[in-house]
């Protein structure tokens, strides 16, 4: 047995982050693109892009900078704001997991068989 959680960020009652809008970042830093990203995490551009602009508005910070299309093609990359929100949302999980298994343990027991 083990224990699974899942977490997510709210502002003012509305969604703000979770494991989704994380693939999302980790995949436009990846790929350089949010069209390719949006592909890559199986949602649409335009939702893709209503993820970014909301959590953009609810943080009151840039978290992608965008460069529109043309003869070389457009791009994006993440600000160093969404860098650092990424890795304090890293942070975040492993601790909460931490307590989790910690307590997990507590009150199953090992989760390992005995024989």
Known sequence: MEVRSK???????KPLFGSGREAL??????LGSINKAAKDV???YR???????????RLGSR????QAGGVNGGGAVL??????FLNK???LEEGINEMLDKRFIEVFGS???KR
């Open 7 to 13: 977490i997510w960020i709210e502002a003012d009652g």
């Open 25 to 30: 970042l980790k995949s436009i830093d990846r």
């Open 42 to 44: 199986h949602i649409s």
């Open 47 to 57: 939702k893709a892009l209503s993820y970014i602009q909301s959590m953009e508005e």
């Open 63 to 66: 978290l992608v900078e965008r």
């Open 79 to 84: 600000t160093q704001d969404a860098k650092d």
């Open 89 to 91: 949302f890293e942070q």
């Open 111 to 113: 989760s390992k068989k």
